[in-house]
């Protein structure tokens, strides 16, 4: 696992060792750099194949091109054992040098010969062209800019302003569609000039023309007949194929446990693959009124794993400069438990296993369910829901918990007013901002500045896309190319890198992805039951309890403390909020959201969240405030 970052300029080429250098929480183990006329190479290197000869760059044979990569391929094994029967030279025992003989034998086809995660780049010092690509799924990030004969990337945004190249300056379409999904679509950051490589998709740049192109897609409409043994059977192979292949290490590998089913499967098949014990990590929140603990105990008792276990009373706020440093976009709530969990497993592990992908590739989130119960609301006239049913709901008490029932009758009642793709689009903002409430958000002058303006076509380009027909599918296909590399994955890669931890998800990997979405929709949600074809799965390795418990979301009483301990610090954020002195929010809708959730009329939460991290954000990256000068910030305004 390895941070990297490049350069191509006319001069100042020397700003690559200020890019590399701010990467080296990616990799703290050694640095390497490249340079010749044209460009400059750096690369940070968390040691985990090949620890003592593995450094980057690695040329080729003849020494005309140059690799720098961050990720893991994990097929290396055999594609090494392939490329030497062509007669090919290895240099070092790395699993990432592959990449360069392939790349050799099919150009800008390699990719498709890699299972594994990775963002990488390949200069061909003859041809004076650059060769970028990032994995299937988008685990590992790669970030570029071009302008005025400059071309930049890296793997973190940071990297890129560290060049002093660029001056950050706000994108206001990406804020503009942050808002309302939670996530920075398409080739968006929050920075204008600053684009994301898209999941799956490599770059090509050769006399300062840059071609961009997708390599891989997914089809869901082609199924495997309806036989649930022979499918479960299969899946069960895969799986274990897969976790095999992602134990690939030459130092100790670890797991992340939360008592849910994803990562106690994964974790029960580690096991059972090994035969070992290995160390396992999970953590407990005091302020919840439920603890997961007691199911992660249930698969550590029954394969013999070595527990670490740690209660956090998490300092919430306090976290957030922190985490948006290494995120360098707003933090999300979700992100509290990936960078805790991930500073436990750090003081022993280099590396661990986790379950991410469960959700998005077999249906496990209650919104799946939740569309269901919509149609059948809509079996109300929509005169009765509109005149009856919502002044009823809106009497509804706030009790401001996680999923309250105020809140899923709203979500119900509003969701019944669209159908099909705009339902499921609507219902990413729901919680957020939603296209409407923007309007009031935002100040005409600030919208008059927005070019891509809806939202909603960033979810329905998928939902609506040829290649899936089932609806179930279709909300599974738009998550896996929007929330999973665009949100998820985004979250658990800094979190986990923030502390130099290697995440590997075996559940994401493409192959199991394909195979899922072969699997018709009707085992994937079966009534109303979540994940019912990997809860069969995995009833063959984990105890019945595990089984059947309720899904819980990792989280914490935020709505609660904004009424609270909170609320003093909010008011006096939003008084001296940075984006309406920019003349880009409404003060006074700002403040009457807060007003709403202080009073207990509507349950904020979310929104807010998003308007804290915004100005926080804005102060570390427009106005050089460092993560210490904002927690004091912080204090001064609690």
């Not at 990997?509 to 394909?514: A, G, N, P, T």
């Not at 072969?518 to 994937?524: F, R, T, V």
Request: net charge negative; proline share 3%.
């Amino acid at each position: 696992m390895c941070g990297i970052a490049g350069i191509i300029s006319p001069d100042k080429r020397n700003a690559i060792t200020k890019m590399t250098e701010v990467l080296s929480h990616r990799g703290p183990d050694e640095h390497g750099y490249y340079h010749d006329d044209f460009i400059s190479l750096g690369q940070r290197r968390l040691s985990i194949i090949d620890l003592t000869k593995g450094r980057q760059p690695i040329s080729n044979e003849s020494n005309v091109l140059y690799l720098i990569c961050n990720g893991e391929i994990y097929n290396s094994p055999e594609l090494r054992r392939e490329l030497i029967s062509y007669g090919h030279t290895f240099k070092t025992a790395t699993d990432v040098e592959v990449i360069l003989h392939l790349y050799e034998e099919y150009g800008s086809d390699c990719v498709k010969y890699l299972r594994g995660m990775f963002a990488f780049a390949i200069w061909n010092k003859e041809k004076r062209s650059l060769f970028l690509a990032r994995d299937h799924m988008g685990q590992k990030p790669l970030f570029f800019y071009q302008a005025d004969g400059v071309f930049l990337f890296a793997s973190e945004v940071k990297s890129i302003l560290a060049s002093g190249l660029i001056k950050p300056e706000l994108d206001m379409d990406g804020l503009w569609h942050y808002v309302s999904l939670r996530f920075i679509p398409d080739h968006y950051s929050l920075f204008k000039g600053i684009q994301k490589l898209p999941a799956a998709t490599s770059l090509f740049l050769e006399n300062g023309i840059i071609t961009v192109k997708r390599y891989w897609n997914l089809n869901f409409n082609n199924k495997f007949p309806n036989n649930e043994d022979e499918i479960v059977e299969g899946l069960n192979s895969l799986l274990l194929e897969t976790v095999q292949m992602h134990l690939l290490s030459d130092v100790r590998i670890g797991a992340f446990l939360s008592g849910g089913l994803d990562s106690s499967t994964i974790c029960a098949m580690m096991a059972t693959l090994t035969g070992e014990s290995f160390p396992t990590f999970s953590i407990g929140v005091k302020e919840h009124g439920f603890n997961e603990l007691p199911y992660a105990r249930m698969v550590v008792d029954r394969y013999g794993l070595a527990a670490h276990e740690r209660i956090v009373s998490a300092d919430l706020i306090h976290l957030i400069p922190k985490m948006i440093y290494h995120m360098d976009e707003p933090s999300d709530p979700f992100a509290v438990g990936v960078y805790l969990v991930s500073q436990v497993a750090s003081e022993a592990v280099k590396v661990v296993l986790s379950g991410d992908g469960g959700d998005e590739n077999f249906a496990g989130y209650d919104r799946f369910v939740g569309n269901r119960l919509v149609d059948y609301y809509c079996l109300l006239p929509q005169w009765f829901r509109r005149m009856v049913m919502k002044k009823i709901i809106e009497r509804i008490p706030e009790s401001f918990a996680y999923k309250s029932f105020a809140q899923k009758a709203a979500w119900v009642d509003e969701m019944s007013l669209f159908s099909h793709g705009e339902r499921y689009a609507q219902s990413m903002g729901f919680l957020r901002f939603t296209q409407e409430a923007k309007q009031y958000l935002f100040t005409e002058h600030a919208k008059s500045k927005i070019e891509d303006y809806d939202s909603l076509d960033k979810i329905l380009v998928h939902f609506e896309s040829s290649n899936v027909e089932h609806l179930v599918d279709r909300m599974l296909y738009t998550d896996l190319m929007t929330r999973m590399p665009d949100h998820l994955l985004v979250v658990v890669d800094r979190m986990t890198m923030a502390h130099s931890l290697e995440s590997r998800a075996p559940l994401i990997d493409y192959k199991v992805v394909e195979y899922a979405a072969s699997i018709p929709a009707e085992l994937k949600l079966k009534g109303c039951r979540l994940k019912y074809l990997l809860r069969k799965l995995a009833a063959r390795y984990l105890p019945r309890q595990l089984i059947h418990r309720k899904k819980v979301g990792f989280g914490f009483p935020l709505g609660i403390w904004m009424r609270t301990e909170l609320k003093t610090f909010l008011k006096n954020l939003f008084e001296q909020s940075r984006f309406v002195e920019l003349g880009i929010f409404d003060r006074n809708y700002m403040h009457h959201v807060l007003e709403e959730h202080i009073s207990g009329k509507a349950d904020h939460n979310y929104r807010l969240w998003v308007l804290i991290n915004l100005e926080i954000w804005y102060r570390l990256y427009f106005e050089n405030e460092t993560v210490d000068s904002m927690k004091e910030f912080i204090d001064d305004l609690m």
